[in-house]
């Protein structure tokens, strides 16, 4: 049975992928500081869905399942030691990484949450990548990456996955190609951390043969999986705040307690989303499709579709009847952009995409609605700017 570490796996997306990876028969260790419940109780908010303590669910995984998931509290950022010790009796096949600070309004909020999502997110993935070196551990590692490492100024051309042809003149009008990383442009502090690791990415693969793939995830929405489905005390992460809360899942749960579908700026943004089901199976057919070793790394756009903001915003308020606000953008980002991205590496590898479809969003909008009354509606709009001089747009409530 492969051994597999899963770094954030008490998160959003690393929870039900714990889950399905031990649905499919491996074994798997979580390890997490819990960093993000402590941020919650820091913003004063809570899961939109009420989620167990991390024993908790894996007890409960345990009851309905039969099967064991491991679960290591641990700063991989900051225990360096103490992953190395558990690396090295784990002597993993593979370790999936979700551990950073993933927000990108929180990572803007000023000096201290700038520099905590630097330290936290570079170093954890340095310590990952230190430590395999140090024991001389083959694991494949899989990182969650974003799909906004690219940046949103595609003018025209389909973003490939990961690496850009490029023809350069050199001596005497000779013309030599490369293939070098799809140049980045990242949008806030978070996704320039995830530019960074993209380059240790490479070093480490280039200098000590380690094997990564790096998976460039789209926005994810939705909240539930087959596994998380089978029991109250499985239910996954569902984020509703201005800081945390991803665009689909604020707008669904926004409709669910009646208060306007917030729309920033023009609305013009068009964005890749992926549904969580499919988060889960891509890690999969990533963790099953390893690079061999000398490999770059391997790099997917790990999304099945793209929209732009203001007819999701659309069509929400079509499907509930919820009104839709514009407010002023408080992002520095492109009015409007067009978005066209490759997902052939994951076609090729079977995924069949689970694509926006009137079920799946009443399915959440059912979630929202269920557990309406949990939300603290002063966390709801967002507060965050990009730069001092931006105010937060208003809401008027009704
Ligand atoms: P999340 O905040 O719900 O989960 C991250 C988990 O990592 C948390 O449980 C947190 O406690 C843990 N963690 C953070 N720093 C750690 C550290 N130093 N040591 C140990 N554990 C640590 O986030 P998520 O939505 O599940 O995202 C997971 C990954 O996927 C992130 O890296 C994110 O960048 C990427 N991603 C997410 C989305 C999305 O829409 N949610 C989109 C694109 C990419």
Same mark, same amino acid.
């Given at each position: 049975m492969s051994n597999v570490l899963v770094i954030g796996g008490d998160g959003f997306c690393g929870w039900p992928t714990s889950l399905y990876l031990s649905e499919q028969g491996y074994n798997v260790t979580i390890v997490d500081n819990l960093s993000r419940r402590k941020i919650d109780n820091r913003l004063g908010v809570v899961s939109l869905t009420p989620i167990k303590s991390t024993q908790e669910r894996i007890e409960a995984w345990k009851e309905v399942s039969g099967k064991t998931i491991n679960f290591v509290e641990l700063d991989v950022a900051q225990e360096f030691d103490d992953l190395a010790i558990l690396l090295g009796e784990l002597k993993p096949d593979a370790v999936v990484h979700f551990g950073e600070q993933r927000s990108a309004p929180y990572s803007m909020r000023g000096a201290c949450p700038k520099r905590y999502t630097v330290d936290n997110n570079i170093n954890a993935t340095h310590n990952l990548l230190a430590a395999l070196v140090l024991l001389d551990l083959d694991a494949h590692v899989v990182h969650l990456g974003t799909? &906004?490492?690219?940046?949103?100024? &595609?003018? &025209?051309?389909e973003i490939p996955e990961g690496y850009q042809q490029i023809m350069v003149r050199g001596d005497e009008n000779v013309i030599h190609n490369r293939e070098i990383l799809y140049p980045s442009n990242p949008g806030s502090i978070y996704h320039m951390t995830k530019t960074m690791d993209q380059l240790m990415f490479q070093f480490y693969a280039k200098n000590d043969g380690i094997r990564v793939t790096d998976l460039h995830q789209g926005i994810v929405w939705g909240t539930q999986t087959d596994e998380t489905r089978r029991?109250? %005390?499985l239910i996954n992460r569902f984020a509703y705040d201005?800081?945390? &809360?991803?665009v689909l899942n604020r707008f669904l749960m926004q409709a669910a307690i009646g208060y306007p579908l917030t729309v920033h700026g023009t609305g013009g943004q068009t964005r890749a989303f992926i549904h969580i089901r499919d988060t889960v199976r891509c890690v999969e057919l990533a963790i099953s499709n390893p690079p061999e070793k000398g490999d770059r790394p391997v790099i997917r756009n790990q999304m099945t579709e793209t929209h732009r903001v203001r007819e999701l915003a659309d069509l929400v308020a079509r499907l509930t009847g919820a009104k839709v606000a514009m407010v002023d953008n408080p992002r520095k980002e492109a009015a409007e952009n067009d978005l066209r991205v490759s997902n052939a590496s994951f076609l090729k590898l079977g995924l069949n995409p689970t694509t926006l479809a009137e079920g799946l969003l009443s399915d959440t909008y059912q979630v929202a609605q269920k557990y309406a009354? %949990?939300?603290? %509606?002063? %966390?709801?709009?967002?507060?965050?700017?990009?730069?001092?001089n931006q105010k937060p747009g208003v809401v008027t409530v009704e």
């Open positions: 799909m &906004g490492v690219y940046g949103y100024d &595609g003018a &025209g051309l029991d109250e %005390r201005g800081d945390y &809360g991803t009354d %949990r939300i603290n %509606r002063d %966390r709801v709009a967002a507060a965050t700017t990009w730069t001092k």
